[in-house]
């Protein structure tokens, strides 16, 4: 009498296609169904990479984190029975990255992954970006500083420094004034 094969399920990281904008919601579906179907010992984590970047908001400094990956969600896990039909199940789910119609999901190699997680630490680690979309020609408020209250045309945006060069008009002549992005605000 033969002894039953034993399979060994080995954790591997695949990505999830999600419906953009709802990757938390779609996380915390799969958590959900994954522990009621009683399958935790398959899925070792699920991550959402996230930056964090700073926006404008009525004059005030916001911090707001977002999916650096719209739309994706990387999952280590074993995929073996029933995890991944329990995934793909979960509403909001696209499918499994990389897989062809029908056909088994596609792991990621280690050096794509461990380039992912870098980012991600990279990410943790670093000071929030600013995503302040300014644009050449636009009329702006000064809101910060002795020009406080003047208002000017963008001439340049200087991204590299987070600065603008906006044109103003001091006592009937135009001067140009470098301002951070934080000192102006866009005119309603």
Known sequence: MSEPVKVESVMK?????AISGQEKKVKHQIEVEI?????????????IPTEKVYQLRNGKKVTKERPFYGGYILIEAALVGEVP??????????GFLGETKGGAPVPMRLSEINRI???VDDLAESDAQISIPFIVG?????INGPFSGFTGTIEKVFEDKKKLEVMVKIFGRKTPL?????????EA
């Open 35 to 47: 522990s009621r179907m009683g399958l935790s010992n398959n899925v070792a984590q699920i991550l």
């Open 13 to 17: 990281w695949y990505v999830i296609r």
């Open 117 to 119: 997680l870098g980012t």
């Open 85 to 94: 039909h329990t995934i793909k199940n979960v509403t909001g789910v696209i």
């Open 178 to 186: 470098e301002l951070g992005y934080l000192e102006v605000e866009k």
């Open 138 to 142: 636009e009329t702006v408020k000064v």
